[in-house]
Protein backbone atom coordinates (compact mmCIF):
# COMPACT_ATOMS: atom_id res chain seq x y z
CA UNK A 1 0.00 0.00 0.00
CA UNK A 2 1.28 3.30 -1.05
CA UNK A 3 -0.31 6.64 -0.49
CA UNK A 4 1.02 10.06 -1.34
CA UNK A 5 -0.49 13.41 -0.06
CA UNK A 6 -0.70 16.74 -2.29
CA UNK A 7 -1.82 19.91 -2.32
CA UNK A 8 -0.19 21.21 1.25
CA UNK A 9 1.65 24.42 0.49
CA UNK A 10 1.43 28.32 2.21
CA UNK A 11 -1.78 29.85 2.65
CA UNK A 12 -3.19 33.28 4.30
CA UNK A 13 -5.41 33.25 7.73
CA UNK A 14 -9.13 33.03 6.21
CA UNK A 15 -8.24 31.14 2.87
CA UNK A 16 -8.40 27.68 1.73
CA UNK A 17 -6.85 24.66 0.55
CA UNK A 18 -7.60 20.72 -0.84
CA UNK A 19 -5.91 18.12 0.16
CA UNK A 20 -5.09 15.23 -2.26
CA UNK A 21 -4.37 11.44 -1.04
CA UNK A 22 -3.75 9.12 -4.17
CA UNK A 23 -3.35 5.47 -2.79
CA UNK A 24 -1.87 2.63 -4.98
CA UNK A 25 -2.68 -1.26 -3.40
CA UNK A 26 -5.73 -0.13 -1.83
CA UNK A 27 -9.35 0.84 -3.01
CA UNK A 28 -10.67 3.61 -0.91
CA UNK A 29 -14.26 2.34 -1.64
CA UNK A 30 -13.38 -1.01 0.35
CA UNK A 31 -11.66 0.46 3.32
CA UNK A 32 -12.07 3.61 5.90
CA UNK A 33 -9.46 6.45 4.82
CA UNK A 34 -8.73 9.43 7.09
CA UNK A 35 -6.91 12.55 7.60
CA UNK A 36 -4.91 13.45 10.60
CA UNK A 37 -2.30 16.35 11.14
CA UNK A 38 0.69 16.92 13.89
CA UNK A 39 2.29 19.31 15.30
CA UNK A 40 6.10 18.74 16.62
CA UNK A 41 6.47 17.92 20.06
CA UNK A 42 2.67 16.98 20.05
CA UNK A 43 0.18 13.63 19.23
CA UNK A 44 -1.25 13.21 15.76
CA UNK A 45 -4.62 14.87 15.96
CA UNK A 46 -7.36 12.60 13.86
CA UNK A 47 -9.27 15.43 11.58
CA UNK A 48 -11.67 13.14 9.64
CA UNK A 49 -12.12 10.00 7.99
CA UNK A 50 -14.85 8.77 5.45
CA UNK A 51 -16.28 5.01 5.33
CA UNK A 52 -16.22 3.01 1.72
CA UNK A 53 -16.09 6.61 0.03
CA UNK A 54 -19.75 7.45 1.38
CA UNK A 55 -20.00 8.22 5.10
CA UNK A 56 -18.08 11.11 6.24
CA UNK A 57 -16.91 11.87 9.89
CA UNK A 58 -15.21 15.58 10.52
CA UNK A 59 -14.09 16.43 13.77
CA UNK A 60 -16.59 18.06 15.78
CA UNK A 61 -14.23 21.55 16.57
CA UNK A 62 -13.09 21.57 12.56
CA UNK A 63 -16.52 20.98 11.13
CA UNK A 64 -17.81 23.54 9.40
CA UNK A 65 -14.17 24.75 8.31
CA UNK A 66 -12.82 21.39 7.09
CA UNK A 67 -14.82 18.57 4.88
CA UNK A 68 -13.84 15.03 3.44
CA UNK A 69 -14.81 14.07 0.26
CA UNK A 70 -13.50 10.48 -1.80
CA UNK A 71 -13.60 10.36 -6.04
CA UNK A 72 -14.31 6.71 -6.70
CA UNK A 73 -13.65 6.36 -9.78
CA UNK A 74 -9.84 7.80 -9.29
CA UNK A 75 -9.37 6.63 -5.83
CA UNK A 76 -8.86 9.46 -4.66
CA UNK A 77 -9.46 11.34 -1.26
CA UNK A 78 -9.60 14.87 -0.76
CA UNK A 79 -9.74 17.24 2.51
CA UNK A 80 -11.14 20.49 1.69
CA UNK A 81 -10.05 23.26 4.14
CA UNK A 82 -11.67 26.54 4.20
CA UNK A 83 -11.20 29.48 6.94
CA UNK A 84 -7.89 28.94 7.73
CA UNK A 85 -6.15 29.03 10.83
CA UNK A 86 -2.52 30.09 12.18
CA UNK A 87 -3.20 27.48 14.83
CA UNK A 88 -4.15 24.81 11.70
CA UNK A 89 -0.35 25.01 10.52
CA UNK A 90 1.04 21.05 10.76
CA UNK A 91 1.64 18.36 8.71
CA UNK A 92 -1.29 16.53 7.45
CA UNK A 93 -1.08 12.97 6.56
CA UNK A 94 -3.41 10.60 4.38
CA UNK A 95 -3.89 7.08 6.14
CA UNK A 96 -6.27 4.21 5.02
CA UNK A 97 -6.57 0.81 5.73
CA UNK A 98 -9.70 -1.77 5.53
CA UNK A 99 -9.79 -2.04 9.01
CA UNK A 100 -12.20 0.58 9.99
CA UNK A 101 -10.73 1.11 13.77
CA UNK A 102 -7.68 1.05 12.70
CA UNK A 103 -8.40 4.19 11.07
CA UNK A 104 -10.44 5.75 13.65
CA UNK A 105 -7.41 5.13 16.25
CA UNK A 106 -4.81 6.26 14.02
CA UNK A 107 -3.05 3.06 14.49
CA UNK A 108 -3.16 2.01 10.94
CA UNK A 109 0.40 0.65 9.14
CA UNK A 110 -0.49 2.90 5.73
CA UNK A 111 0.14 6.34 5.81
CA UNK A 112 1.67 8.86 3.26
CA UNK A 113 4.92 11.04 3.81
CA UNK A 114 2.91 14.15 5.11
CA UNK A 115 2.06 17.16 3.00
CA UNK A 116 3.39 20.78 5.54
CA UNK A 117 0.29 23.01 5.67
CA UNK A 118 1.19 26.58 6.81
CA UNK A 119 -1.33 29.26 7.83
CA UNK A 120 0.34 32.41 7.61
CA UNK A 121 0.65 36.04 7.20
Known amino acids: VQLVESGGGKVQPGGSLRLACTAS????????AGWFRQVPGKERERISY???????YTSHSLQGRFTISCDNAKNMVYLQMDSLKPEDTATYFC????????????????WGQGTQVTVSS
Open 50 to 56: IDGCKDP
Open 25 to 32: GITFADSM
Open 95 to 110: TADPNGWAVMSGVSQH
